[in-house]
């Protein structure tokens, strides 16, 4: 089996939801090749080899450093023809999403997002989903003979199993047509750690009561080397950044581990967070909702917890 991997870039790195889309191909078994689009660096590249690229492509062309989907399909769709590809793995991100639904609809494959674990290939081709906003799960079958599959973040672990690799320089012809559409502004999230990257997330809500508060919850981001995020109330109170907003309307997270800090749990910010491994909430309302979807609950004053468990981590630490 063929299996091609897009390595979605920013910055010139490979994001990390794409050394797992490699992981994830190595562990399917076959061949796999990763293909990179615009100005990448090229450490980054031929560290994929690590991941479990055999080969690693290079499309330079600078105008594919834009992030326009119509340019990505036409190269990725190319790609799958020339590498004589059976699968094209890609993250479930913003862009990757879109891309797969072209590049399959171009290519004539099967798709599968929001896949969760590796394909079972005993009677067929099938794959685990995650559908209704993570509430429930189904298992699809690809019968066409190409696939394109769009994993969501943790279906594999971004572990180094090999060693780095040369890159190819991979020649696109593209035509004003691929660059129909122009992206006439960017909003770029800020912070150490982003949120749809992120192994651990640390949110607030209203029961902190006011920004001027949010230092604790920072602190503790911080100790444990994870992303802030927040409740959607939070962020029309103008109180948090709105690409922190964690929910269904907001930014969908699967982080290893999500902290809930004075946050009651509505449907809505559950469906953004119930992928994630282990939920840790901490609310003073004992009735929240939230603890019935936790896996570990804390009953108290965020303002007390919060130092408590602060210290409690530094030390183990």
């Known amino acids: 089996m063929n299996i091609l991997v897009f390595a ?11 050394l797992e889309a490699v992981a994830y191909g190595k562990a399917m078994g076959g061949n796999v090749t990763a293909i990179a ?38 190269v990725l769709s190319k790609a799958i023809e020339d ?7 890609l993250a479930n ?8 639904a072209r590049v399959a609809a171009k290519t004539g494959a099967s798709l599968a997002s929001n896949v969760t674990e590796l394909p079972n290939t005993t009677a067929g081709f099938s794959v685990r989903k995650s559908i209704y906003t993570g509430k429930a ?23 180094e199993v090999g060693a ?21 502004a960017t909003e770029k999230a800020t912070g150490e750690i982003l949120l749809p990257e992120a192994n651990i997330v640390v949110s607030g809500g209203r029961g902190m009561k006011g920004p001027e508060h949010w230092g604790a919850l920072e602190t503790l981001a911080k100790t444990l080397g994870a992303a802030t995020g927040c409740s959607k109330p939070v962020s029309d109170m103008g109180w948090r950044p709105h690409h922190e907003h964690v929910g269904q309307t907001g930014v969908k997270v699967s982080p290893q581990l999500y902290i809930a800090i004075g946050i009651s749990g509505a449907i809505q910010h559950l469906a953004g967070v119930n992928s994630s491994k282990c ?16 896996d570990y609950g804390i009953i108290g004053d965020a303002f007390d917890v919060l130092p408590k468990l602060n210290e409690a981590i530094k030390a183990a630490k």
């Open 279 to 294: 939920i840790v909430v901490i609310n003073k309302d004992a009735d929240a909702p939230f603890f019935k979807a936790a």
């Open 93 to 100: 991100s913003s862009l990757g999403t879109p891309i797969a």
């Open 8 to 18: 979605e870039s920013a910055e010139g790195k490979i994001r990390k939801t794409s």
């Open 164 to 184: 780095n690799v040369s890159v190819t320089d991979y020649a696109v012809s593209l035509t004003d047509a691929d660059f129909a559409t122009k992206i006439t």
């Open 137 to 159: 799960f189904a298992q699809v079958e690809l019968s066409n003979p190409k696939k394109v599959i769009a994993i969501r973040k943790n279906a594999a672990e971004a572990k």
């Open 37 to 74: 689009l615009g100005a990448v660096d090229q450490a980054a590249l031929e560290n994929l080899g690590k991941y479990g690229a055999q080969k690693v492509l290079h499309a330079k062309d600078d105008r594919l450093s834009h992030g326009i989907i119509q340019a990505y399909t036409s």
């Open 83 to 89: 590498e004589k590809a059976d699968v094209l793995v």
